[in-house]
T-cell receptor, first 111, second 110 residues
Framework: DGGITQSPKYLFRKEGQNVTLSCEQN?????MYWYRQDPGQGLRLIYY???????QKGDIAEGYSVSREKKESFPLTVTSAQKNPTAFYLC??????????FGQGTRLTVV | EDKVVQSPLSLVVHEGDTVTLNCSYE??????LLWYKQEKKAPTFLFML????IEKKSGRLSSILDKKELFSILNITATQTGDSAVYLC??????????FGAGTILRVKS
């Protein structure tokens, strides 16, 4: 069954802790993306990757880090440097020159 | 900095009304403009537009792009309560960067 899988769906983090959100796709897509969505707002680009071992910062990369060691996987780490990490995080992937497909998201809450 | 601006930010209409959602953009290397509908979690794809003046249509939804004036509109005719959602506009650039606007929250009242 093809698609994009994000895990976990819900995540709680204590202040000062790093946490990693998983995103896996079996669609053989080259490009992958991470977005942050706050209540009542659109999607803000955190990082994106065009190919394995390459990624670029989006508009709000501070306090986040990513890796792209495999085509299928694009994990996002929310570091303690991110001052307001509570949000809904969406991962997407895209083949070349067509629309992006989204995972179901991870809701991160800092407690 | 790349910008995608949607208007209005929110809209309340009655069933049967027609609505027009707007999206303007300023990006460096425009490749295409995309519309998505987000009801709960994952946005779902509606349209991708690459050429000016060519309307794309799917049922009661249609969209058109003006590359000279740098905007797109999404029309929904004969709205239904099931059309209530956040409508997102995004611009894809060469190099695969994909930037979204803030979205328009549409509520259709019965």
């Amino acid at each position: 069954d093809g698609g994009i899988t994000q895990s976990p769906k819900y995540l709680f983090r204590k202040e000062g802790q790093n946490v990693t959100l998983s995103c896996e796709q079996n669609l053989n897509h080259d490009a992958m993306y991470w977005y942050r969505q706050d209540p009542g707002q659109g999607l803000r680009l955190i990082y994106y990757s065009q190919i394995v071992n390459d990624f670029q910062k989006g508009d709000i990369a501070e306090g986040y880090s990513v890796s792209r060691e495999k085509k299928e996987s694009f994990p996002l780490t929310v570091t303690s440097a991110q001052k307001n990490p509570t949000a809904f995080y969406l991962c997407a992937s895209s083949p070349r020159n067509t629309e992006a497909f989204f995972g179901q998201g991870t809701r991160l809450t800092v407690v | 900095e790349d910008k995608v601006v949607q208007s209005p930010l929110s809209l309340v209409v009655h069933e049967g009304d027609t609505v027009t959602l707007n999206c303007s953009y300023e990006v460096t290397n425009f490749r295409s403009l995309l519309w998505y509908k987000q009801e709960k979690k994952a946005p779902t794809f509606l349209f991708m537009l690459t050429s000016s003046g060519i309307e794309k249509k799917s049922g009661r939804l249609s969209s058109i792009l003006d590359k000279k004036e740098l905007f797109s509109i999404l029309n929904i005719t004969a709205t239904q309560t099931g059309d209530s959602a956040v409508y997102l506009c995004a611009v894809a650039e060469y190099g695969n960067k994909l930037v979204f606007g803030a979205g328009t929250i549409l509520r259709v009242k019965s």
